[in-house]
């Protein structure tokens, strides 16, 4: 980790924050918290530096170690090629959730949470919630096709893949998302007909 990469910039008004002209949503219903529980949002290039400075940090490296996992990202198809977009996440916590997601289900970064989080909810309409993330991952890949080496999303991408912190793929915690509901779910039901 004798790698460094600083910033210097400070956050401005997170909480009227846009990003590619969406506004920021908030909601904290049990389906959207499932999701913090589950598949904690990617981060999009500008997430970094400011989340960093929201934790007090100025080192990106030394953030991203502390922080951030490697994930194998989104699987997208354009132009009849299925690929992957690489995206930085959340490190989980043991049981699988966010971890910044509290003892009380609130984030501790809300104000600053990543643009997976911040710009999405569970009651988005499919459409809605395809337009924001391929926009956030047209960000993304344009980092990796433009400066694969020198921009810091990708560099910390690798440092992060290099030491083994990786993230478990979207559609496996999304399938652990599914099994929990649905045991969740089954012991609601049983509990309700208990007398």
């Not at 910033?7 to 908030?26: D, H, K, L, Q, W």
């Not at 980092?143 to 893949?161: D, E, Q």
């Not at 030491?163 to 649905?182: D, E």
Request: proline share 6%; hydrophobic share 40%.
């Amino acid at each position: 980790m004798s790698e460094s990469i600083t910033i210097s910039a400070s956050c401005n008004n997170p909480a009227a924050r846009a990003e590619f002209g969406y506004e920021r949503t908030v909601c904290a219903c049990v389906e959207c918290v499932n999701n913090c529980r589950h598949i904690p949002g990617y981060l999009i290039p500008a997430d970094v530096g400011r989340i960093a400075l929201y934790l007090g940090l100025t080192n990106l490296v030394e953030f991203a170690f502390r922080y951030l996992l490697a994930s194998p990202g989104a699987t997208v198809m354009q132009a009849g090629h299925v690929f992957q977009i690489p995206t930085l996440v959340p490190r989980r916590k043991e049981d699988g959730s966010c971890l910044f997601l509290d003892e009380h289900d609130r984030c501790r970064i809300h104000e600053v949470s990543p643009y997976g989080c911040a710009f999405f909810d569970a009651h988005q309409p499919d459409a809605e919630a395809q337009r924001r993330s391929g926009r956030g991952l047209q960000e993304i890949a344009g980092r990796w096709a433009i400066s694969p080496n020198t921009h810091a999303y990708t560099v910390i991408w690798k440092l992060l893949f290099a030491a083994g912190m990786r993230a478990v793929p979207a559609h496996v915690a999304r399938r652990r998302m599914l099994i929990s509901s649905a045991a969740t779910d089954e012991s609601e039901e049983g509990a309700a007909g208990s007398p």
